[in-house]
Nanobody, 117 residues
Framework: QVQLVESGGGLVQAGGSLRLSCAAS????????MGWYRQGPGKKRELVAQ???????NYADSVKGRFTISRDNAKNTVYLQMNSLKPEDTAVYYC???????????WGQGTQVTVSS
């Protein structure tokens, strides 16, 4: 089992910044990919960014150049630095940990990000 706890969400004006954190605990040695997803009002959950154990990153086109995902292995924590925020970034942001074998996804409880125009 892997437990994920997100923090750092809040209300920010357009153009502002926020940093989300996801602290992982439990059987984290089995996790090979960590990621951030979001679900806006009336929308499907979508990938925002992900990072592998080797540090390889992948971003949604809509956040490239504005968001940065990183990890601190010593703290078992993944971060999402969000800059130049736009109202369309408003969503509940979820942290996901992917176990490599057997394949399984663990999810955090989500943290609300609201960007006002």
């Amino acid at each position: 089992q892997v437990q994920l706890v997100e923090s750092g969400g809040g209300l920010v004006q357009a153009g502002g910044s926020l940093r989300l954190s996801c602290a992982a605990s439990g059987s984290i040695v089995s996790v090979n990919v960590m990621g951030w997803y979001r679900q806006g009002p009336g929308k499907k959950r979508e990938l925002v960014a992900q990072i592998t154990n080797g540090g390889r990153t992948n971003y949604a086109d809509s956040v490239k150049g504005r968001f940065t995902i990183s990890r601190d292995n010593a703290k078992n924590t993944v971060y999402l630095q969000m800059n130049s925020l736009k109202p369309e970034d408003t969503a509940v942001y979820y942290c996901k940990a992917q176990r490599s074998w057997p394949l399984y996804d663990y999810w955090g409880q989500g943290t609300q990000v609201t960007v006002s125009s």
